[in-house]
């Protein structure tokens, strides 16, 4: 169950890189209806079918080119919803012999709602608010897993549990992890918005934006308006340019607070780790990060070439699980300090007997 549930993993990330493949090559609306595609379990390619589906639905004219991007994304995703229904029957199936049964359960759900979020993509013709909070979905249920696959690989771990030694320094950094672990997904969050209004290019300068340190007439209140109107169809966008603006530079903001704050955080890690053997997690955190800042700046510089545009967001991917795992090494540390007082009763207690 541990090596299925790393399976799902690997595959959530891939469902997350053909999403953001799908949505480059603009195929987001590839296919009008859900979960086929004009009515059929495949793209229609054959004379008959096209004509078919083009009488089906009059105002989209069926593109195979794009048909395929979102329906192998579909099946993609349809093959993790199966993994992840499996690992949730087997642990209610082995319930007694200890295996977590609430963790999966709860992740089979969210695929589900993440299904739902997956169908009103397309019936709301990529409505912003839903494309973010689908990308957000997926975000969560890769990191869900990654949390189910730590538990059962500790738990089939052979032997002794032989828990690194723990340092008391490093007890303190747990709520700036959390609050790192907060940043990364406001930042992926900001991303969704960015790539949901197609505002990626709005810059295609750096440092600068459009030879400007702070553009003028930057619009956000427009930019992140949340409470537009559906419809009727948000392909390439609807905001104005200077909205794009302000949500692509508040994105590069972003992105410069997550540096700064990290390279303070993983500093002090680093400095005050000991023995607790989190050198590999640390700088697991310091390398995703390093990549996924240059495949950003990389982005910019060569205006936002797929295969780069893609890696940007797997590397999105593989600095959220980097500091999941770090967070999970960190609660993993046994508390080998005790305080004064204890300290003081048991040595009070060995003299009077």
Known sequence: MARWSAYACVLAVVV??????????????????????????????????????????????VDV?????????????????????????????????????????????????????????VTLKLWPQVVALHLLGGFTTLSLLLLLTLRLRKRAAL????????????????????????????????????AANYAAVACTDLPTCQGQWWPEGMDFRHGFDVTQQVGPNYLGGQLTADGRVAIHVTHRLGAMIVLGYFLILLGLLWRYRGNSNLDRSIALVAAALTLQIALGLANVWLHIPLSVAVAHNAMGAGLLLSMVHLIWRHHQLPQTETSPATHTTTINREVTA
């Not at 480059?24 to 008959?48: H, I, K, M, R």
Request: with cysteine; glycine share 12%.
């Open 16 to 61: 997350i890189m053909l999403g953001a493949w799908t949505r480059l090559v603009d195929a987001g609306l590839g296919c009008p209806d859900w979960p086929g595609c004009y009515g059929f379990l495949t793209v229609p390619q054959s004379e008959n079918s096209i004509a078919i589906a083009n009488a089906r639905f009059p105002e989209t004219p």
């Open 159 to 194: 032997g002794p549990d032989r828990a690194p030694a723990g340092s008391a320094s490093l007890s303190r950094f747990r709520p700036w992890l959390y609050a790192g672990l907060m940043l990364i997904i406001m930042q992926i969050a900001l991303g969704g918005w960015t």
């Open 65 to 121: 080119a794009k048909g395929w991007p979102e329906m192998i994304h579909r099946y993609a995703a349809g093959i993790l919803g199966l993994v992840v229904f499996g690992l949730a029957a087997t642990a209610v199936r082995h319930r007694r012999s200890g295996l977590p049964v609430k963790l999966p359960l709860f992740i089979a759900a969210f695929i589900l709602l993440q299904g739902g979020f997956g169908a009103w993509t």
